[in-house]
């Protein structure tokens, strides 16, 4: 069972309908016992990062997420919090999964940058944000051109993984990176046994 974590920043209904559509198990939680027994966790996120992280503490889950060992999704703002850190506001520390930063949008473009945004893996996805991550080369596994700054779209590092894009507004393609991240599931499962 994956669990979609319920700290009041994310657009889960949309997610939920994504997942059930492609046969993934999937619930909607903020309970830290099914956080801690769950096979894999969602982390959605639409808002500002400081909200977020008062809203993850003040549920309990800060802690346990931040010191959990299973796969993870971070979608929008919620890959942005598997982060060190952001500059968003005042700064505001993250949960640390992958090393970098959160910074705004560097472009004098209007922000946010928002709507379907093509990655260089060539396909289009569907984007909200005025934020970005501030990463190295080696974690970034696909990005965006947005006025000739490179988005950083999918990161990873280890069982960590983040979609900076909505892939459940992304139609058939955001769904396809769903399943594919449900397959990675079962990969890392079967490494743990070894």
Request: proline share 3%.
């Amino acid at each position: 069972m994956i669990a979609i974590i319920d700290y009041k920043a994310g657009n889960t209904e949309s997610l939920l309908s994504a997942c059930r559509e492609i046969g993934i198990e999937a619930k909607l939680t903020n309970d830290t016992k099914t956080v801690t027994l769950c096979d894999a966790i969602i982390i959605p996120g639409v808002g500002a990062f400081k909200t977020a992280i008062e809203n993850l503490k003040a549920a309990g889950l800060f802690d346990i997420l931040k010191n959990i060992d299973k796969p993870i999704l971070g979608i929008c703002l919620g890959m942005q919090i598997l982060f060190e850190r952001s500059c968003e506001g005042e700064e505001t520390e993250g949960l640390g999964f992958i090393k970098g930063e959160i910074i705004k949008i560097p472009v004098n473009a209007r922000l946010p940058h928002i709507g379907w945004n093509n990655l260089n893996a060539g396909e289009d996805v569907y984007f909200v944000h005025s934020y970005m991550a501030n990463v190295a080369l080696k974690h970034i596994v696909s990005y965006a051109d947005y006025c000739g700054i490179r988005i950083p779209a999918i990161v990873k590092y280890k069982n960590v993984t983040g979609f900076q894009f909505h892939p459940e507004k992304s139609g058939e393609y955001g769904l396809k990176l769903l399943r594919e991240w449900y397959c990675d599931i079962e990969r890392y499962k079967c490494l743990k046994k070894e």
